[in-house]
């Protein structure tokens, strides 16, 4: 059962007392359960994903991208399940279940390809960095990164009308979109979007990502993802794929890149791999399409 999570008032009453958030397919939420627990294998995931045609033929276009760049062409679920592992495919399931769910979101000041790009781009990022830095949390920094802005899309979904007026009133005043977000709805993007990710009862170590990557230090737990996930975020900015509706830039934490020990070369390696993984990556792109 989806845990009850509170929707701040405002926010309640700004949207017209919505029932229930967006809800990704159940599916989803199986194959998240299945990936941590020790009795499962790759033919179990495969057959539960092969059980959903669109599901089934989204993994295996990511499979056979020119992103994972495998020389031979994957012809099932489960061969992809075991060369890329477990969590690389639930990454893809995410992230194909999230691009439809969003994806008709639209308002006077979004742009749902922007949001994408700044998603997959702080996704890749978040993979390489950690791949340098924390290996073994290479798959959740890419998702985290993906998810990281998701309370955005979310108000857009529930309350286009709202929302519009929510980036007005920021670009008018400070360009602050958190605290424009804080006046009218009662909470920021990062707030809701940790609601969602709770209710999609995904890991509390994601939704604590969610809730404080723009200011990891207000955490103590996590903190190498939060960290990853944050200079991600960043170096997505820096590449030229900023947050959707936000003009004025972050503020960058100096103890998140300390606590990594990112260095000039660290980040100039990682921006140079990142634009080779960009040029590769149109399937993951064409899912805002």
Known sequence: MPRTVDMPKKLMELIGAVEELPTLPDIVLRISRMT???QTNAADIG????NDPALSSKVLRLVNSAYYGFPRKIASVTKAIVLLGFNKVKNMAIS???ADLFSGAVTEGFSFKQYWHHAVAAAIAGELLAKRLAPQRADDAFVGGLLSEIGKVMVVSLAPDIY?????EARTESNDLRSAETRAL???F????AMLAETWQFPDSLVRVIRH???PDQCREDRPLLDLVHVASALAWALGHPGAAETLVPTLRGSAFRNLKVTESLLAEVGAEFMRQW???GALLEMAQ
């Open 190 to 193: 990062c707030a809701n979007g």
């Open 47 to 50: 057959r539960l994903i092969s």
């Open 164 to 168: 519009a007026q929510v980036l007005r």
């Open 186 to 188: 009662g909470s920021d």
């Open 213 to 215: 990557f723009r200011d």
């Open 279 to 281: 040029a590769l990556a």
């Open 96 to 98: 194909a279940s999230v």
């Open 36 to 38: 941590v627990s020790p």
